[in-house]
């Protein structure tokens, strides 16, 4: 079954024909990831301590290159402003509510959705031309370590699966409509460590935004059986699959 076209009725022609090409396995040379945790507060790096303008760079020669870009976006906590990784209270209760368009945080998310679509304006080719991105907003999304994460359903989290669907479409509409950015291939991307081969269906779509709004199932692995499991659940929906290898960003 082919993969459905892609969410974005105005996606460049630059964006469909790198999206065709993944379905045809005609796959680029390389995959060169990204994370722009940071941009929200306009900070001078990112949460690697790589500087914004060195990253707008290094996505202009993987361009060159040939390679498959990913953008990841790890932002701190909407509440607290902490970040991941024992890096202050990423996981504050009701983080992922507090940004929903009734929540309290609401318009400080949709200024940091603001700044999120500068920096990706700026990842451009030599002649202006927006670069086709792969976009994995909320990485590991069934995890427990992040504001968004939603846990894989053996432990109650605070974010809900229905939150989450509702964050993740709300971004889609406001960086496609609102932004205006039509580069991006809007990509699911969750904790591999919470998924068996044996039990994709249900694992993976647990908060799942809905078809309408996800481009690609990936998944971080170098399993092919996993893969393949992802790949069957992703033409069951009419979806794309990438596997991004064992890498994490």
Do not use: C
């Amino acid at each position: 079954m082919a993969a459905a076209p892609l969410i974005d009725d105005h996606a460049t022609p630059e964006t469909r024909a790198l999206y065709a090409g993944l379905q045809s396995f005609d796959a680029p040379p390389g995959v060169v990831g990204f994370d722009l945790g940071g941009i929200e507060a306009l900070a001078g790096h990112n949460l690697d301590g790589v500087a914004f303008p060195a990253i707008i760079r290094d996505v202009r020669a993987a361009h060159v290159r040939g390679d498959l870009v990913t953008l990841t976006w790890h932002s701190v906590n909407p509440l607290t402003h902490g970040g991941h990784g024992g890096r202050g209270d990423n996981r504050a209760p009701l983080s992922a509510a507090s940004v929903l368009p009734t929540g309290r945080a609401h318009e400080k998310y949709v200024k940091w959705l603001d700044n999120v679509g500068m920096l990706i304006k700026q990842l451009t080719d030599a002649s202006g031309t927006p670069i086709p991105l792969v976009f994995r907003p909320f990485d590991q999304h069934n995890a427990d370590r992040f504001w968004w994460g939603l846990g894989d359903g053996s432990v109650e989290s605070d974010t809900k699966p229905d939150e989450f669907a509702a964050l993740w479409r709300f971004t889609v509409d406001y960086l496609r409509d609102v932004s205006g950015l039509h580069n991006l291939i809007w990509t699911l991307s969750p904790d591999v460590d919470r998924i068996t081969a044996d039990d994709v269906a249900g694992r993976y779509v647990r908060g799942y935004p809905g078809d309408e709004f996800v481009d690609v199932l990936a998944i971080e692995t170098a399993d092919s059986t996993l893969f393949e499991a992802v790949s069957q659940l992703a033409a069951e929906r009419g979806k794309g699959a990438l596997s991004l290898g064992s890498n994490r960003e």
